[in-house]
C-alpha cells in the first residue's frame, strides 16, 4: 500500500511533468514548419532559344527549386536540378571546365549531370526538355 | 563591521554587508609563474561578449530581420546611420576576436590540465559556451542576408541535417522550411538576438561561479612546488587593474581593425544564382569546410559527407570529455599522449585553415 506522503511525491511530480509537458508541447508544435501550399508545376516554358546562347548555361525556376538549363555547343539542350546533391548549394555551368560546378567544394559534373570529381556522392536529377517551335519548355522526369 | 572614510559605503555596508565581499576580494590570488599570461585570456573573451551585447543592441535599434530589408537595413546602418559603419564593423570584428580567444583560452586550460579534478564542471560549462559562441557566429552570419552568407547557411545546415537520427527534424527546426528562406532568417534573428544570449548569460554565470568558488587553477608541476617557492598577484586590485587595462587595448585594436579593414556587404542573397566561387565560411568553420572537400564522394559504403560528419562529431564529443580519461592520478604516459592528441588536433585546425585560404 502506497503511503501518503510517496502519493504526494508522486502528485507533485506529476503535475510538474504535466506541467511541463503543458509547456513544451505548444512550443515544439509552434516551431515545426508550416507546409506552404503551393501549386505544383510539372513542366514550365523557361524562354526561346534565342534566350540562351551556344555554350552556356542558365538558372531557372523551378516552384520553389533552382533549376539549370545549358544549351551546349552542339546546340543540344539539357537541363537539371540546380541543386548540388552534396551540400545543397546552386550549381553552375562552367564553360572554361566544359561541366556543372559547384563552387562550395569544388564539386564536378559531366554535361550529363554525371557526378565525375570532388565530394558529390550523387548524379543530378535531370529535367526533360520539350523545344514547341522556339520555345524551350522543362518538365518533371517520369 | 568597520568603518572607513567613505560615508557612502558605510551606509551600503550597513545594508548589503559589503565587508565580507571585500575580504573575499582581498583573500583572492592568482598564481605567478610561466603561463600566468593565459589567466587573461578567459576574461578577455567575457569583455569581448559585452561589447557584442553593446553594438548587438544598437544594431537592433536599424536592423530589420525579414527577407525584404535585411540587406538593406544593414546596407543603410553601413552608409546613413552616423557611425553605423563603426559600430556594425566593431560587432564583426569584436565577434571573431570573441571566437578566437574563447578557443585560446580552451587550448590554454587544455595544455595547463586545468580540465582535472574538481574543475570538470568549469571545463564542460566552457565548452557549452565554446559551442554556444560558434552558434552566434554561425547565426549571425546569415542576419546581413548577403550571397555569401546564404550558402554558408546551406551548407552548414545541411551538414546539420546529414547527422544521423535527430539531423533531418534539427535542420527543420533551424531553416523553418526544407530550405534556406526568408523563415530561416527570422528563425536565426531570434536565435541570434534572444535564446543564445540568454543560454549564454546562464552558462557564463554557472562558469564564473565554479571559478570563484575554486579558485584559479595551478598548473600540474607548479602546484607540487613548496609553498616558499611560490609567489601569487593579489586578484584585487592588482590583478583586476591589469585586466582593466588589457580590455582597454583589445578596445582600441577592434576600434583599429574596423576602421582599417572594414568588413564588406556584398551581393544581397538570391536562392535563384549559383554559388559564387571562392565561397567560405567564417575562419573557424574552415578547417572544417576544407577537410570536406577532401573527402571523397565515398568511403566504402559511406557517403563522404557523413564520413566527415561523424569523424568531427566523435572527434569534438572526445575532447569534451577530456576530464573523464584524464584524470588526477593518469599514468604520466598517457597524460603525455592526450597532451601530445592536444597538440596534433592544433596543428591539424592551423594547417587546414591555411589551407582553407591559400588552395585553389
Redesign the interface.
Known amino acids: 500500500m502506497i503511503d501518503r506522503r510517496s502519493f504526494l511525491d508522486w502528485l507533485l511530480g506529476g503535475t510538474v511533468f504535466a506541467g511541463l509537458a503543458a509547456i513544451l508541447y505548444p512550443a515544439a508544435r509552434y516551431l515545426e514548419p508550416q507546409e506552404i501550399p503551393e501549386a505544383a508545376i510539372s513542366s514550365l516554358k523557361v524562354g526561346t532559344i534565342e534566350d540562351f546562347p551556344l555554350d552556356s548555361g542558365t538558372i531557372f525556376k523551378f516552384g520553389r527549386k533552382p533549376g539549370l538549363l545549358i544549351h551546349d555547343a552542339d546546340g543540344k539542350f539539357r537541363a537539371f536540378h540546380a541543386t548540388c546533391t552534396h551540400l545543397s548549394c546552386v550549381v553552375q555551368y562552367r564553360k572554361d571546365m566544359g561541366a556543372i560546378y559547384c563552387a562550395c567544394h569544388n564539386g564536378r559534373f559531366d554535361i550529363n549531370g554525371k557526378n565525375i570529381s570532388g565530394p558529390p556522392p550523387r548524379p543530378l536529377e535531370e529535367f526533360d526538355v520539350h523545344l514547341k517551335g522556339n520555345e524551350v519548355y522543362v518538365s518533371l522526369r517520369g | 563591521m568597520t568603518r572607513t572614510d567613505s560615508k557612502l559605503y558605510d551606509q551600503l555596508n550597513v545594508r548589503f554587508k559589503l565587508d565580507a565581499l571585500v575580504a573575499f576580494l582581498s583573500s583572492k590570488k592568482v598564481p605567478r609563474h610561466s603561463h600566468s599570461i593565459f589567466y587573461y585570456t578567459g576574461g578577455v573573451a567575457m569583455f569581448l561578449f559585452v561589447v557584442q551585447v553593446c553594438s548587438g543592441i544598437l544594431l537592433l535599434m536599424y536592423y530589420k530581420g525579414s527577407a525584404d530589408s535585411a540587406f538593406e537595413s544593414v546596407r543603410y546602418i553601413m552608409s546613413e546611420v552616423p557611425f553605423g559603419w563603426l559600430i556594425r564593423d566593431i560587432h564583426s570584428w569584436s565577434a571573431n576576436l570573441m571566437i578566437l580567444f574563447v578557443f585560446i583560452h580552451m587550448f590554454a586550460v587544455f595544455f595547463t590540465k586545468a580540465y582535472r579534478f574538481p574543475r570538470e564542471l568549469t571545463w564542460f560549462s566552457g565548452i557549452l559556451l565554446l559551442f554556444l559562441s560558434l552558434g552566434f557566429g554561425f547565426s549571425g552570419y546569415l542576419l546581413p542576408w548577403n550571397e555569401l552568407a546564404f550558402?554558408a547557411t546551406?551548407?552548414g545546415t545541411?551538414?546539420v541535417g546529414a547527422v544521423p537520427l535527430i539531423g533531418e527534424p534539427l535542420l527543420?527546426?533551424l531553416?523553418?522550411?526544407?530550405?534556406v528562406t526568408a523563415?530561416t532568417l527570422s528563425r536565426f534573428f531570434g536565435i541570434h538576438v534572444a535564446i543564445l544570449p540568454g543560454l549564454f548569460v546562464l552558462i557564463l554565470s554557472m562558469h564564473l561561479l565554479f571559478v570563484q568558488r575554486q579558485g584559479m587553477s595551478e598548473p600540474p608541476r607548479w602546484k607540487d612546488l613548496p609553498e616558499s617557492e611560490k609567489s601569487y598577484t593579489p586578484f584585487f586590485p592588482d590583478f583586476l587593474l591589469r585586466d582593466f587595462a588589457l580590455w582597454s587595448a583589445v578596445l582600441a585594436v577592434v576600434a583599429v581593425l574596423a576602421v582599417l579593414s572594414p568588413w564588406e556587404l556584398g551581393l544581397k542573397a538570391d536562392?535563384?544564382?549559383?554559388?559564387?566561387?571562392?565561397?567560405k565560411p567564417e575562419w573557424y568553420f574552415m578547417f572544417m569546410?576544407q577537410t570536406?572537400?577532401y573527402?571523397?564522394?565515398?568511403v566504402m559504403s559511406i557517403?563522404?559527407?557523413i564520413l566527415g560528419i561523424l569523424m568531427f562529431g566523435l572527434g569534438g564529443l572526445l575532447w569534451a570529455l577530456v576530464p573523464v580519461f584524464d584524470r588526477d592520478g593518469s599514468r604520466k604516459r598517457w597524460s603525455r599522449f592526450v597532451r601530445l592528441v592536444g597538440l596534433i588536433v592544433v596543428l591539424y585546425i592551423i594547417a587546414l585553415t591555411i589551407l582553407g585560404y591559400t588552395s585553389t
Do not use: C, N, Q, Y
Request: charged fraction near 30%.
Open positions: 550558402f546551406k551548407v545541411d551538414i527543420e527546426f531553416r523553418g522550411s526544407e530550405d523563415t536562392p535563384f544564382t549559383s554559388a559564387p566561387a571562392g565561397i569546410f570536406l572537400k573527402i571523397p564522394a565515398h557517403e563522404g559527407e
